[in-house]
């Protein structure tokens, strides 16, 4: 056994020691899986093309929408109940916001924001949400779904060339624009109230005009239990399988540095906040309340990676103690207010669909998170003696006796 492999099951080294070989075990640990599973060639990308389940789903018959109507925020709370799930897209222009009711007969938006395209897209089998700058050397690409899925999820073209493209990865794998991959673009899954409230005059897309029952999911609802989003239940088959998580566990998805990672959202709400690697790279998971969403920062903000902890609603770093707001990344109390941690951003997927495209993914939980033990106040390598700026409220380690 390697001595990293010793030190994870418990070896006891004094002091600051412990922490600088645990973490260096945990960067060997994700160093081992690096996550460049998606097809390295444009023949592999063309492989897919005879991968594609048909569905009986006809090119049309899932009627994209484009430039759709907007409701003041006042008006769609008419309609929208608080827990009522909703994506918040980041537009150019500002957040808009996209009640899933809506989507789920749609399931892509194409919009058009200072002259260039963008596709906001979702697949509900596959729970993927995914938004993208769809302008593409001057040209604004217009999308449809297609009606067939690779591994459940969905298969777009665009108008403009017939090319075909996976909805959870953004890349185009038959027709003219063959190997071409689009940006993404900021979208949280969240739901009416927490969007709502953070965004008060966020343009909301309304009810388009037709007979479709858009209070009525045609998979079920995410508000209850016992049907298609939280069974285990695939109605197409998928290429590979995974039981870490369950099947259709909520996970944020997203590339860092060519690593791909997978976070699963209710484990990061649960905890507050979650330290992990991915290779070298020291990252952090939290829970942004306001938002009721999950955030990742890098938290290398010296020489050495900070490591943070979320007690009684606050997020603080056992280095400093500063107070950091999790919705942003800065620090708002303390020695380090002022500093901030650069943000990244991805899509959401079931953990199903994106294992089965990304099977080499790191996940959170996983090998590479910090273990709880490091993350007392009084861990080795926290200064526990640094005493908080003038001002600063650092977090107690017990609860108040109110």
Known sequence: MSLAGRILRGGRWPGLLTATLVLCGLWVLCTGHNA???????????????????????????????????????DANLSLSDDEVVFVVMLP???RIYPQRIMVWHQVVNEIVDGKAYAITYCPITGSLM????????????????GRLYDGNS???????????????GMAFDGPLLGRGL??????????????????NAPVMGKPAGTRPYGRDPYGNYLRRGNYYDNDRLIYPVQRMDKRFQRKANMLCLEYEGYLLAIDVAYV??????????????????????LNVVRVFNRQIWAEPFLFISRYG????????????????????????GASMPEYFGGYSM????????????????????????LSPDAPGSDSRAAPAPGASPISTKPSRH
Do not use: C
């Open 36 to 74: 460049e599973a998606r097809p390295r060639s444009l023949q592999e990308l063309a492989a897919i093309n005879g991968k594609l389940i048909e569905t009986g789903v006809k090119y049309g018959s899932i009627p994209s929408l484009y430039r759709p109507r907007y409701d003041a925020v006042l």
């Open 269 to 290: 709400k649960k905890k507050g906040a979650v330290n992990f690697f991915a290779g070298p790279h020291a990252l952090l998971a939290t829970h942004d309340p306001k």
């Open 314 to 337: 606050k997020l603080m770093d056992l280095k400093t103690r500063s107070i950091w707001d999790p919705a942003t990344g800065a620090a708002v109390e303390g020695n380090m207010k």
């Open 351 to 374: 953990w199903f669909a994106w294992y089965s495209i990304n099977p080499e993914t790191l996940t959170v939980p996983g090998p590479g998170v910090v273990p709880e033990s490091l």
């Open 93 to 95: 222009d500002g957040a």
């Open 155 to 169: 298969v777009l073209i665009d108008r403009n060339s017939g090319s075909l493209w996976l909805q959870e990865t």
């Open 131 to 146: 938004a993208y700058d769809a302008s593409m050397a001057g040209l604004n690409l217009i999308f449809d779904t297609e």
């Open 183 to 200: 940006p993404m673009v900021t979208v949280f899954w969240t739901n009416w109230g927490a969007a709502r409230s953070v965004y008060p």
